[in-house]
């Protein structure tokens, strides 16, 4: 079950900056997923932790040329912002609501 549930985080991760990449012609989302595959297996091998640079260094060398550098490294900030930012803030919130609703509940005296 847990090889199933990474493998679809990987699909939805390679979705997202698919989406997130302009111009990218005449590419299927599975030759892009290919790229994708390496650059995550290039910054797994890597001691750098969470793999920046690496990751980013493989994609833009893979992508095809007619992308502008900038465009792509642009797009892989955002990626990164919704990959690791956003779950982080969203855990960041039920955090604080969980923590609140237990200091509530412990001065009320209700269970």
């Avoid at 939805?12 to 012609?25: D, E």
Wanted: hydrophobic share 55%; proline share 5%; net charge positive.
């Amino acid at each position: 079950m847990q090889i199933a549930v990474f493998s679809l985080d990987w699909l939805l991760a390679a979705a997202v900056l698919y989406c997130l990449i302009p111009s990218y012609p005449h590419q299927s989302y599975l030759q892009f997923f290919s790229i994708y595959q390496l650059g995550m297996a290039a910054s797994i091998m890597s001691n750098i932790p969470g793999g920046i640079g690496v990751f980013e260094t493989v994609i833009i060398f893979l992508l095809p040329e007619s992308i502008f550098a900038p465009d792509i490294l642009s797009s892989l900030l955002v990626y990164r912002s919704i990959r690791f930012l956003m779950p982080l803030a969203i855990a960041l919130v039920l955090v604080c609501c969980f923590e609140f609703r237990q200091r509530w509940r412990s001065k009320t005296g209700s269970k």
